[in-house]
């Protein structure tokens, strides 16, 4: 299946998980789309000072990819800067937050796999 992206939603969501600013999502494919057990496949796009807030992943985990940008996460208290190319995983009840400290806007890819 080939998706444009013209054909994928996009939203908006303002201080995501108690973070910073706004938080833009493309949806590349909906969960409805996919046969595999994925709660989230999108590109998400933070611009300077932005963050998603501290929130915790039970029965999941969450995957991101960083494309471009500069970002500060902390994975489960552990504190870390990311850079294009790297990534993290959080899962199994542990928690994460991650924000734009740069001065271009972060983007990154973002996935939800569920357990079940």
Known sequence: MVKRMEDMALEIRERMRGGKGSVQIRHIFSQDELTGKC???AQVTLEPGCSIG??????EEEIYYIISGKATVDDNGNVQELRPGDAVITGNGAYHAIENTGTENLVLMAVILLFD
């Open 39 to 41: 709660r989230l496949f």
């Open 54 to 59: 501290i929130h915790n992943h039970d029965r």
